[in-house]
């Protein structure tokens, strides 16, 4: 696709429940990153996944995320027993390689409401 | 631990003026330094980016400033315009990772 395509847009669960959110890259991208943005404050890095090589999670803020990659292509963040602290826009990039300059492109995010 | 931090949370000019919004950095090992542009309800807009062996890069109305020995870098926007009323956020990579640490964002008002 010409850009990073994020589904679903907006989601509102219940407590409790768990959410998948879905992340297509720009084709040929080979490096993938969640981040999150909370109400009223920055972007947060919660995963980075490059290639083959083993992803970066140090930036999950818990055991009930998770996130998978297919190949170069989609990823899958996946929270359980969401919380009311779960809420945020939920971010996805790609870039075309990984290292120092290269630009990462956002997709508009995904808007989770915990209620 | 807030290795990238924007203090000024909203700053508002006069059209016409000169922004600029500033940022200071802990780690200086980082290697690149970017800017990136938020509208509501949109993802971030990559703006302009400037290497740790530079000390200034300029496109258009956009130029960056680093200051290695301050740990800071300043982005500044002249003239400014309506339009570039946004959430601007500073971020920071190491050589050889895409992962950028992002500041907490300045919201600009521009003014007519």
């Known amino acids: 696709g010409a850009g990073v395509s994020q589904s679903p847009s907006n989601k509102v669960t219940e407590k409790g429940k768990d959410v998948e959110l879905r992340c297509d890259p720009i084709?040929?991208?080979?490096?993938l990153y969640w981040y999150r943005q909370r109400l009223g404050q920055g972007l947060e890095f919660l995963i980075y996944?490059?290639?083959?090589?083993?992803?970066?999670k140090s930036g999950l803020p818990s055991d009930r995320f998770s996130a998978e990659r297919t190949g170069e292509s989609v990823s899958t963040l996946t929270i359980q027993r969401t919380q009311q602290e779960d809420s945020a826009v939920y971010l996805c990039?790609?870039?075309?390689?990984?290292?120092?300059?290269?630009?990462?492109?956002f997709g508009e995010g995904s808007w989770l409401t915990v209620v | 631990d807030q290795q990238v931090k924007q203090n000024s949370p909203s700053l508002s000019v006069q059209e016409g003026r000169i922004s600029i919004l500033n940022c200071d950095y802990t780690?200086?090992?980082?290697?690149?330094f970017l800017w990136y542009k938020k509208y509501p309800a949109e993802g971030p807009t990559f703006l302009i980016s400037?290497?740790?062996?530079?000390d200034k890069n300029e496109d258009g109305r956009f130029t960056v400033f680093l200051n290695k020995s301050a740990k800071h870098l300043s982005l500044h926007i002249v003239p400014s315009q309506p339009g570039d009323s946004a959430v601007y956020f500073c971020?920071?990579?190491?050589?050889?990772?895409?992962?950028?640490?992002f500041g907490q964002g300045t919201t600009l008002q521009v003014k007519p």
């Open positions: 996944f490059q290639g083959n090589s083993a992803p970066d």
């Open positions: 400037i290497s740790s062996i530079k």
């Open positions: 990039a790609s870039s075309l390689v990984t290292g120092s300059g290269n630009t990462i492109y």
């Open positions: 780690n200086s090992m980082f290697d690149y």
């Open positions: 971020a920071a990579s190491f050589l050889n990772t895409g992962k950028l640490i």
């Open positions: 084709s040929g991208h080979t490096a």
